[in-house]
Structures are given as C-alpha cells and as structure tokens.
C-alpha cells in the first residue's frame, strides 16, 4: 500500500468502527476501500473482519451502562452467535462471494422494516406476554444473524436490532448495547477461524483495527445520545444504503 492509501484505510477503519457502534453495515466502508487499495475480495473480506474485532470491544466498553441487567440475556445468545460464525466462516471459505448477495439485500430490507414498525408492534402486542430472552425465536434469529456476520458482517447489527426490538420488550438504547455485544462475539469467532485457515494482510488488519478502535468509541459517545426516533432514522438509512451497494456490487 502506498501512503495515501494507508490513510484512507486508517480513516474507514474510523468511519467503520463508529457505524458499528451505533448501529451496523460499517463493513460497507471498510471492505470496499480495502478492495480498491488493491485486495483480493476474500483477503479483504477476511482482513477486515480481524480489523474490526478491536473497534467491537471500544464499542462494548462506550456501552456499559445500558448493558446493566442483561448478563442472562446475553449469555443464552451468545452461543447460538457463535456456532452461526463459525457457519458463516465456512461458508466464505468454500462458496462463491455472489452466493449470498440475493439472500443479505432481502434480509436487511426485512430488517429495516421491523425497525421502522417497531413501536406500532410493540402498541399491539403491549398485552401479548413476552420472554425476557426473546424465546426460542430469537435464538434461531441470532443463529442466522451469526452466519450472515461470519460470511460477510454488513448489516447484521440491522437484523439483530430488527429481532431483538420485536421480540424483547426492550429500550432501543439497551438493544442496541447488546447487539454490540453479539457482533462482537460473531466477529472475534469469525476472526479466529480466518487467522487459522485464510490468507490475511496483516498491515489492513493493523490500520484498521486502529481507526475501528478510534471509530467504536467516538460511535459510543454519540449513539448512546441519539434519542429513538434519530436512532431508527440512522438505522435505515444505513440499511437502505448497504441494500443499495449490494446490489450495486
């Protein structure tokens, strides 16, 4: 890599690990600029996925208050996030990139719209008795959410709010700081997998991991600031924008 391109996979990697935090798809930043610097699709895939690890746990830690209370939650989740990583990783390794392009655009699409109608549902089932873990549902969601961030990443903190704000009769905030926390489970699994098995640059794993560090925290400080309606607001459009470069890809 040359300088210049040095610093602009510096500042995605800060741009990557703000969007993250506060809501998901930061890989649509950072896995097309190490793309353009030069990366095969798969090493940048992989290296960018090891890059994010570190800007995951900043975002974790900028929310610790709202994880508060949600220890038992998390730990029913976390192995269904895990075994679906090490899914998804095996997916990347053995099948084609456009495989899932089809599948991911329809999921995110799906996701964004349970995000938009979610306080209207939450109105209507406000008499509907639910779990404090989200049931058997939401396990299977954070499965498949686990595989789709093994394979690829952009986007699952969409599908995990989507499901969680459905299925937990929650604040948005506090879902969110749990979907951090998944994310982070599913990328550090992922991560492991590639490190033992892919090939990886390691210097766009560095210069990522740096400004996702940088990027996880300042995203902390702002998304836990966002009143709801803003929140789900960035939530789309984000969505909408990952839906568009997918196609687009």
């Given at each position: 890599?040359?300088?210049?391109?040095?610093?602009?996979?510096?500042?995605?990697?800060?741009?990557?690990?703000?969007?993250?935090?506060?809501?998901?798809?930061?890989?649509?930043?950072?896995?097309?600029?190490?793309?353009?610097?030069?990366?095969?699709?798969?090493?940048?895939?992989v290296?960018?996925?090891?890059?994010?690890?570190?800007?995951?746990?900043?975002?974790?830690?900028?929310?610790?208050?709202?994880?508060?209370?949600?220890?038992?939650?998390?730990?029913?989740?976390?192995?269904a996030?895990?075994?679906?990583?090490?899914?998804?990783?095996?997916?990347?390794?053995?099948?084609?990139?456009?495989?899932?392009?089809?599948?991911?655009?329809?999921?995110?699409?799906?996701?964004?719209?349970?995000?938009?109608?979610?306080p209207?549902?939450?109105?209507?089932?406000?008499?509907?008795?639910?779990?404090?873990?989200?049931?058997?549902?939401?396990?299977?969601?954070?499965?498949?959410?686990?595989?789709?961030?093994?394979?690829?990443?952009?986007?699952?903190?969409?599908?995990?709010?989507?499901?969680?704000?459905?299925?937990?009769?929650?604040?948005?905030?506090?879902?969110?700081?749990?979907?951090?926390?998944?994310?982070?489970?599913?990328?550090?699994?992922?991560?492991?997998?590639?490190i033992?098995?892919?090939?990886?640059?390691?210097?766009?794993?560095?210069?990522?991991?740096?400004?996702?560090?940088?990027?996880?925290?300042?995203?902390?400080?702002?998304?836990?600031?966002?009143?709801p309606a803003?929140?789900?607001?960035?939530?789309?459009?984000?969505?909408?924008?990952?839906?568009?470069k997918?196609?687009?890809?």
């Open positions: 890599m040359t300088p210049w391109e040095m610093v602009a996979v510096l500042a995605a990697g800060i741009a990557g690990g703000a969007i993250n935090t506060v809501v998901g798809s930061g890989s649509l930043i950072t896995f097309p600029t190490l793309l353009a610097v030069g990366l095969p699709p798969i090493t940048a895939n290296s960018n996925n090891i890059g994010l690890v570190p800007g995951g746990l900043t975002g974790v830690m900028g929310y610790r208050a709202e994880l508060k209370g949600q220890r038992g939650r998390l730990l029913r989740l976390a192995p996030s895990v075994a679906g990583s090490l899914i998804g990783g095996l997916l990347l390794l053995n099948l084609p990139e456009q495989t899932f392009t089809a599948v991911v655009t329809v999921l995110i699409a799906i996701s964004c719209a349970l995000v938009v109608i979610q209207r549902l939450n109105r209507l089932l406000a008499d509907r008795p639910r779990r404090a873990h989200g049931g058997p549902w939401l396990l299977l969601g954070a499965l498949a959410a686990g595989a789709y961030g093994g394979y690829f990443g952009a986007g699952q903190g969409i599908l995990l709010i989507g499901l969680m704000g459905i299925l937990l009769d929650e604040e948005l905030q506090r879902i969110n700081a749990a979907k951090n926390v998944l994310a982070l489970l599913v990328n550090f699994t992922a991560a492991i997998l590639y033992l098995v892919a090939d990886v640059d390691w210097t766009a794993v560095l210069l990522v991991a740096l400004g996702s560090m940088v990027g996880g925290f300042l995203g902390a400080k702002v998304g836990r600031r966002l009143p803003v929140l789900r607001g960035v939530i789309v459009c984000i969505g909408v924008v990952a839906i568009v997918l196609l687009a890809g």
